[in-house]
């Protein structure tokens, strides 16, 4: 293996790392405010995914379409927060758990409803088309290299919003004692409809960054909604930093997996078996990962409350 | 009562009249029409509705249910249309995976299946059944046919496929016949969307070309990464990797790509002709290979109906086995596993008026049959 070829995976795995960030912040920042598990998630990534496809081919540009998917995966979340979420929250997991899997076929097939089966496509701003050129010969797409980059903001702004504002002030109250803070007169409907939505908000700015990657399908958030619940696992349910540390660890041991264990295999097995058994145990790696972490510590690794 | 009254119809029937027809026959089409694998499924439908809509025959009746591209939803659909449908042939699935989860149980309980796509080596060789049909290929065979072009020119190939029955039919096939060295072999899941780790080991392999197979959204978000990667080396495929239904999706990024097909727009006979405007008068869009591969099928069991009485098993496959039908993909035989001998092709994908698509550049095989056939004794 090629020095190369070590650093561009290095970065594809912080790529896949920052996008999961993206998704778990929302997830765990919902469980840790709210202490509600939240299913539909991925729908409100594949809504920010569609809002900027939609935008993006209607107006032509891919950054009023980003704009677009920030606000319509916002605006999404406070909608399901007001009319379906608030009742839940004193409700138990399992109830949580049932209305929020409905709210995941009641958004897949309104997508379906509205934009139809066929994948919707998203091309790259021209500004970040192309590669760059790597250290040690590589080369790197540049888009792949602004959304490590968009990620690395995004967490830097929560970390500010949380421990540096009002705002931040009160989810962390709210984090460590719902009636207090209620008792000392903030408006908690208002704080839990404004977390969800930036919950929600985040998802979409997800979606709509991978859309110019992948295909815009319905059912796209789902994949990506089980890897999120296994960063927020691995880092601590409710806990931001955790997120961010669980989602890079994910992703680079998932990138890394696939690639490094055909190989160690095929010193063992000939090729063409290294690469059936090698890609099917990495596509285990990260499961067997979240095992061991929660065998030795078993509310993650920096669980948010004591 | 029931078989009573089945036993009755069937001898008015006969009696009435040995020509075409008068046996209704009830056609259960389960694919995908929706999700990532959507374009292919419709593709399917739409040219097997074609056939049927263009023989004008009132005693078809076909119904059609979306399999979400999952094998257990697809066995409940079979289940469902066998058991309270009453269907006599099923047919439509396009994913191997799905395949082999559904005929196994279809042609225990006396279903006839005619494959439309998905064409996996278990089902052609020695557990082929007299009920199983395929109207499209053995799935290594488009695969061969680029193992073989790969022979003209390129010494080390990067290969890669998803991890599921048809994968590694497809770099079996591939292997079968390429003479070069294999640089390395990959298996991907299934439905993958993000190719950056695969990307950059084709970046560091040394290979002289890549040999690609991932039909519907999978080859789709491939190329385009690939297209954004800088990699240089070309990408070649079977014919699903830059098929119609995916060409408008990839873009500019899937021009000059080589691929392998036993049939293609501008292949030159009275059928195609026929076929290729029909198609795109009713949807409105250029038929796929999968349309035509449906196409067939519906031909075929359009003319087996014709001849014999659905509920007649063995007349009706001992028909459907005769393929008497002009296929717009000139000669089509069936082998003695009841698989396709025909001929292929390679292609490249080319812009024509401003559309992406394919366009024959040599043949590659001609009466190509597949490497199970002897082994299936039934």
Same mark, same amino acid.
């Given at each position: ?131 760059? /050129?790597?250290? *040690?010969?590589?080369?790197?797409? +540049? !888009?792949? &290299?602004?959304?490590? #980059?968009?990620? $690395? %903001? ?27 803070? /209620?008792?000392? *007169?903030?408006?908690?409907?208002? +704080? !839990?409809? &404004?977390?969800?939505? #930036?919950?929600? $908000? %985040? ?104 | ?378």
């Amino acid at each position: 293996m090629t020095f190369a070829l070590a650093i561009e995976q290095l970065l594809n795995g912080v790529q896949l790392g920052v996008m999961l960030f993206l998704m778990a912040a929302g997830l765990t920042l919902i469980f840790g405010v709210m202490g509600l598990i939240n299913l539909a998630h991925g729908s409100l990534y594949m809504v920010g995914a569609f809002a900027c496809a939609t935008v993006a081919a209607f107006t032509g540009s891919f950054w009023l379409g980003l704009v677009a998917s920030l606000a319509a995966s916002a605006a999404a979340g406070a909608l399901i927060e007001i009319t379906v979420i608030r009742r839940l929250y004193a409700r138990d997991h399992l109830d949580q758990v049932l209305a929020t899997f409905a709210l995941i076929l009641i958004f897949s097939e309104g997508m379906r409803w509205l934009f139809g089966s066929f994948p919707l496509y998203l091309d790259i701003p021209p500004l970040l088309e192309g590669a760059v /050129a790597l250290p *040690g010969g590589g080369q790197y797409p +540049l !888009y792949r &290299l602004a959304i490590i #980059l968009a990620g $690395a %903001l995004v967490a830097l702004g929560l970390y500010g919003l949380i421990s540096r504002t009002r705002l931040g002030m009160r989810i962390r109250a709210g984090e460590s004692d719902r009636e207090m803070i /209620a008792a000392l *007169g903030v408006d908690i409907r208002t +704080l !839990y409809t &404004l977390v969800f939505a #930036l919950g929600a $908000a %985040l998802a979409g700015f997800a979606g709509g960054m991978v859309g110019a990657l992948q295909s815009v399908q319905v059912g796209m958030g789902e994949p990506v909604l089980i890897l999120a619940f296994v960063v927020i696992v691995i880092g601590g349910i409710g806990s931001i930093k955790g997120a961010l540390i669980g989602a890079l660890l994910v992703g680079v041991v998932d990138t890394m997996g696939r690639l490094l264990l055909p190989q160690v295999l095929s010193l063992m097995v000939p090729p063409a078996q290294a690469g059936l058994i090698g890609g099917a145990l990495a596509s285990m790696l990260i499961y067997i990962l979240m095992a061991v972490i929660l065998a030795v510590k078993p509310r993650g690794l920096f669980p948010a409350q004591a | 009562m029931k078989t009573f009254l089945k036993a009755a119809t069937l001898a008015l029937s006969l009696g009435a009249s040995s020509l075409a027809m008068a046996e209704p026959v009830k056609i259960g089409l389960i694919t995908t029409l929706s999700g990532g694998g959507a374009g292919l499924g419709l593709d399917t439908r739409d040219g097997f509705m074609l056939a049927i809509k263009q023989s004008g025959n009132k005693d078809v009746t076909v119904i059609t249910e979306d399999d979400a591209q999952k094998p257990e939803l697809a066995v409940q659909i079979a289940d469902k249309m066998i058991q309270s449908e009453d269907v006599d042939i099923l047919t439509g699935i396009v994913w191997s995976n799905l395949l082999m989860a559904v005929v196994p149980g279809a042609v225990a309980q006396g279903k006839i299946y005619v494959s439309t796509n998905a064409a996996p080596a278990a089902l052609a060789g020695e557990k082929c059944d007299p009920l199983y049909f395929n109207a499209a290929y053995q799935n290594d065979n488009l695969h061969e046919a680029m193992g073989e072009y790969a022979n003209k020119g390129y010494k080390k190939m990067f290969i890669m496929a998803p991890n599921y029955p048809a994968g590694k039919d497809s770099l079996t096939g591939f292997k079968r016949y390429f003479k070069g060295t294999v640089a390395n072999e990959v298996y991907t899941q299934v439905g993958q969307t993000d190719y950056a780790a695969e990307i950059a080991q084709i970046r560091a392999s040394g290979a002289d070309g890549v040999f690609a197979f991932l039909p519907g959204g999978m080859g789709i978000a491939f190329m385009k990464q690939y297209a954004q990667s800088g990699v240089k080396i070309p990408v070649m495929g079977p014919g699903f990797s830059f098929s119609q239904d995916v060409l408008p999706a990839i873009g500019d990024a899937a021009l000059g790509a080589k691929a392998s097909g036993q049939w293609a727009k501008d292949l030159d006979n009275e059928a195609n002709k026929k076929f290729v405007p029909a198609f795109e008068k009713e949807y409105g869009r250029l038929p796929s290979i999968y349309a035509v591969q449906a196409y067939d099928a519906a031909q075929l069991i359009l003319s087996a109906a014709s001849k014999a009485s659905v509920k007649d098993t063995a007349a009706f496959t001992a028909e459907l086995k005769k393929a008497d039908i002009q296929s717009p993909r000139g000669k089509f035989k069936f082998n003695t596993n009841r698989h396709p001998i025909q001929d292929i092709y390679v292609t490249e994908v080319v812009k024509d008026g401003g559309v992406l698509t394919n366009k024959i550049i040599e043949k590659i095989f001609t009466d190509h049959g597949d490497a199970y056939a002897q082994a299936c004794k039934k």
